[in-house]
């Protein structure tokens, strides 16, 4: 399912300006620009978080493939 920013970021937990500011840094979940409207692929988003879960606050990330 295709979401907005708007609804990508209450899904998330943070704000859609967060979004706007992973994008630029391109550090966020993959995205879609289509005209002036960016809309999130839910299973991108869930790759994007699955990628940063961790058990414990001293795990480190895994290297990027």
Do not use: I
């Not at 979401?3 to 937990?13: F, P, Q, V």
């Not at 409207?37 to 990330?61: E, F």
Request: aromatic share 8%; proline share 6%.
């Amino acid at each position: 399912m295709k979401r907005s920013e708007t609804d990508t970021a209450a899904r998330m937990g943070v704000r859609p300006k967060t979004l706007a500011n992973w994008r630029s840094l391109g550090t966020g979940p993959a995205f879609f620009k289509l005209g002036n409207r960016v809309v999130y692929d839910d299973a991108d988003v869930d790759a994007w978080l699955a990628a940063r879960k961790r058990s414990s606050t001293s795990d480190q990330p895994r290297p990027a493939a």
